[in-house]
């Protein structure tokens, strides 16, 4: 009896379309090789067999890095797009920073001593005015 392991997170399982390659595979396997033969045929002549090789890898790689490359389940361009993002875009340094809500409270309590001082002396002065008349 032969046993098949089925995965219990259903969400990981790719579809796969042709070759045991999932869609997006298939696509940049294509791309490389849209643009690494030509390149190659191109090259051969001038520069050599194994020169013409070699460019060749060198341009398909990238291609085979977008087709295979994940880490934790995320394709290599958001990666890539997280990486510069924390290394480039954002600031370096993020403080920690909190509402001090008793100083808030400080501030509100001056602020309405000050008032009822205010309104004190300005009543104060009406009333020795209203006196005087």
């Known amino acids: 009896m032969a046993y098949v392991p089925v995965p219990k997170d259903l969400s990981q399982v790719k ?10 595979q298939l696509i940049c396997f294509a791309a490389a090789l849209v643009v690494g033969l030509p390149l190659f045929f191109l ?25 295979m490359y994940e880490k934790h389940g995320q394709p290599l361009e958001v990666v890539l797009k997280n990486v510069i993002q924390t290394k480039f875009i954002r600031p370096r340094e993020r403080p920690y920073k909190t509402e001090n809500f008793y100083s808030l409270l400080e501030k509100q309590r001056k602020l309405e001593k000050e008032v009822s001082a205010i309104v004190k002396r300005t009543r104060h002065k009406d009333a020795g005015n209203s006196n005087k008349a």
């Open 15 to 24: 579809t796969k379309v042709i070759f045991n390659l999932t869609k997006r």
């Open 43 to 67: 090259l051969k002549g001038s520069a050599g067999t194994s020169l013409a090789a070699f460019a060749m890898i060198l341009v398909m790689l990238p291609c085979f890095l977008f087709a």
